[in-house]
């Protein structure tokens, strides 16, 4: 059994064998594509879900780093090292006062942090650290206040000036413009704050069950289409705490390499056997579930207990969309499991707001496992997991996050309620589809403009989360410094989140952000651009235009 998840026994064990079984329909027979390549990819259409084929259209764009931006980038964090090695040298002796906080030596223990760490950490990190956790004082919409912040020693220390800056923002996941402060959504919030309270204080199995998260549970599975589902308080953990629930020793997890870290880890504590492969690349995909059908497990070569492929909709730091239809097409094909985390998609993707599911037409009972979150598009917290009803009861008993979690927040709860029932149109308005194609226009007009101009983009022209590369670590403090003092939040992502030479500024768009908002984003980066230098593109700009999508007035 798998290390750490406790003594089960076999009837347990032959129990989560077949609770995954479904049935697949007759897949398409699409040639597999390599994923995360250089240049520009142009195959399937969103909206085409029958009559064509879905790779027609669909198209995503990776460049390649320049070589000379690549060894520049290579001396900037050389340069940072050398001088970090420098100033501790001269902390060591004295010379300059140390600020940080250092662990004890004491004599027989092993260190607990990695030299490394606190390394990077002290002498680049800090440097600008300004960049990352500023403190926000209002609703998370389409404008935010960010507070201002002054350093006195570089880093070391913040206090706050007591000005608030009112800018646009481009960070916050707030997809479908759902994360307010007013208005319908939020008056059924107050009610239920008021009826129930704030905390249930209890788990599901004990006294937490209330009739609300039956309620949500029910919404959740007509939503995604499926015969049932269970919600969890943390998003995170509806990863880590239920996968180990599915497989464990003796199974094989086949996980795209750039998959969340909630799903790395929910694969470890699983104690299944992990490979990785090529992110979006289904040749390298299939051969490795070939040599697995093939070849069973290591050294004893029995056949695997079962083997899941392990994939996201829309991978929030490559702004890409996973190939679903040819991953159920090799699905079926090996007789694999398919997990598909829609953090990131649900909400966002698709003609109805159901996901990647939604948006290549798929019939979601083909998926295996269906796992999402409510903290993007729901602006709210917790996850969800949908599926068959075997596959649902049996994590209802078994799930550490099910059974040991404090059930969620009514007041949180109905916040997902609220929203799902205004995408569905139970609400009796078409406010649902008038964010969800908002937001599809939203995404291809700013795309195509940053791709127009030069810059060099990632991802899916239908995915709301844009990365523009920065590449140098310099450039990536400034991007944020600069945008912020022009009216823009954004988010910027360097080592160890992304490769070293592949930092970045994410823009995550929303169906808040008005013509006007986008205009003047683009104006800014602009600016900041040719400040920078940041047109590195050297590909043709794509073709595809937001005039396909119809606005809902």
């Known amino acids: 059994?798998?290390?750490?998840?406790?003594?089960?026994?076999?009837?347990?064990?032959?129990?989560?064998?077949?609770?995954?079984?479904?049935?697949?329909?007759?897949?398409?027979?699409?040639?597999?594509?390599?994923?995360?390549?250089?240049?520009?990819?142009?195959?399937?259409?969103?909206?085409?879900?029958?009559?064509?084929?879905?790779?027609?259209?669909?198209?995503?764009?990776?460049e390649e780093t320049p070589l000379l931006v690549a060894i520049l980038t290579y001396?900037?964090?050389?340069?940072?090292?050398?001088?970090?090695?420098?100033?501790?040298?001269?902390?060591?002796?004295?010379?300059?006062?140390?600020?940080?906080?250092?662990?004890?030596?004491?004599?027989?223990?092993?260190?607990?942090?990695?030299?490394?760490?606190?390394?990077?950490?002290?002498?680049?990190?800090?440097?600008?650290?300004?960049?990352?956790?500023?403190?926000?004082?209002?609703?998370?919409?389409?404008?935010?206040?960010?507070?201002?912040?002054?350093?006195?020693?570089?880093?070391?220390?913040?206090?706050?000036?007591?000005?608030?800056?009112?800018?646009?923002?481009?960070?916050?996941?707030?997809y479908l413009g759902?994360?307010?402060?007013?208005?319908?959504?939020?008056?059924?919030?107050?009610?239920?704050?008021?009826?129930?309270?704030?905390?249930?204080?209890?788990?599901?199995?004990?006294?937490?069950?209330?009739?609300?998260?039956?309620?949500?549970?029910?919404?959740?599975?007509?939503?995604?289409?499926?015969?049932?589902?269970?919600?969890?308080?943390?998003?995170?953990?509806?990863?880590?705490?239920?996968?180990?629930?599915?497989?464990?020793?003796?199974?094989l997890i086949l996980s795209d390499e750039l998959n969340h870290a909630s799903l790395v880890l929910g694969s470890r504590l699983s104690g299944a056997l992990i490979r990785t492969y090529k992110h979006n690349d289904m040749d390298d995909l299939e051969m490795k579930l070939r040599d697995a059908v093939c070849n069973g497990q290591p050294r004893t070569h029995r056949p695997w207990k079962k083997i899941l492929i392990v994939v996201e909709g829309v991978y929030s730091m490559e702004g890409s969309i996973i190939r679903l239809p040819d991953v159920l097409r090799l699905k079926k094909k090996y007789k694999a499991y398919v997990y598909l985390d829609e953090a990131h998609s649900i909400g966002a993707m698709g003609p109805h707001g159901r996901g990647v599911v939604d948006y290549f037409g798929l019939d979601p009972r083909d998926i295996d496992i269906m796992m999402g979150t409510f903290t993007k598009s729901f602006g709210s917290a917790g996850g969800y997991i949908g599926g068959s009803k075997s596959l649902i009861n049996h994590l209802r008993t078994q799930a550490h996050s099910f059974i040991y979690s404090t059930s969620m927040s009514p007041p949180v709860a109905q916040q997902v309620i609220s929203v799902m029932k205004v995408i569905m149109g139970k609400d009796g308005t078409n406010q649902g589809m008038k964010h969800i194609r908002q937001l599809a226009w939203n995404t291809r007009y700013f795309r195509k403009r940053l791709q127009d101009r030069g810059y060099i983009i990632y991802g899916n022209k239908d995915s709301p989360v844009v990365?523009?590369?920065?590449?140098?670590?310099?450039?990536?403090?400034?991007?944020?410094?600069?945008?912020?003092?022009?009216?823009?939040?954004?988010?910027?992502?360097?080592?160890?989140?992304?490769?070293?030479?592949?930092?970045r500024a994410r823009f995550c768009l929303s169906a808040a952000h008005t013509k006007e908002m986008l205009d003047e984003a683009l104006k800014i980066i602009d600016d900041v651009g040719d400040l920078l230098r940041l047109r590195y593109s050297s590909l043709k700009p794509p073709d595809f235009s937001e005039k396909d999508i119809q606005l809902i007035e």
Not at 478 to 502: H, W
């Open 75 to 174: 001396l900037g964090y050389g340069l940072l090292v050398v001088i970090g090695q420098i100033r501790d040298l001269m902390r060591a002796y004295g010379i300059e006062k140390d600020k940080s906080c250092t662990e004890p030596k004491l004599e027989g223990f092993v260190p607990l942090f990695l030299s490394w760490e606190s390394f990077y950490t002290r002498n680049l990190y800090r440097r600008a650290r300004d960049c990352w956790n500023r403190p926000i004082s209002s609703c998370a919409g389409g404008r935010i206040d960010v507070m201002e912040r002054v350093s006195p020693d570089y880093g070391w220390n913040f206090q706050l000036t007591g000005k608030k800056l009112n800018v646009m923002n481009f960070g916050s996941y707030n």
């Open 178 to 251: 759902f994360a307010e402060n007013s208005g319908p959504c939020c008056d059924q919030v107050q009610a239920v704050t008021e009826k129930y309270g704030v905390g249930v204080c209890a788990s599901r199995q004990e006294m937490g069950y209330m009739d609300i998260h039956r309620e949500l549970d029910l919404l959740v599975a007509e939503f995604l289409g499926v015969e049932a589902a269970i919600t969890v308080p943390m998003g995170f953990a509806t990863n880590s705490m239920n996968m180990p629930a599915l497989v464990s020793k003796g199974s």
């Open 1 to 62: 059994m798998a290390t750490g998840r406790g003594s089960i026994n076999r009837k347990l064990e032959d129990n989560k064998k077949d609770v995954l079984c479904t049935q697949m329909p007759e897949s398409h027979n699409n040639r597999p594509k390599n994923g995360h390549k250089n240049g520009l990819r142009s195959n399937g259409k969103n909206g085409s879900h029958t009559s064509s084929r879905w790779d027609e259209d669909f198209f995503e764009s990776f």
């Open 467 to 503: 990365p523009l590369l920065l590449y140098m670590p310099s450039k990536v403090a400034m991007f944020s410094r600069e945008t912020l003092k022009r009216g823009m939040a954004t988010v910027v992502v360097g080592f160890p989140a992304t490769p070293l030479i592949e930092t």
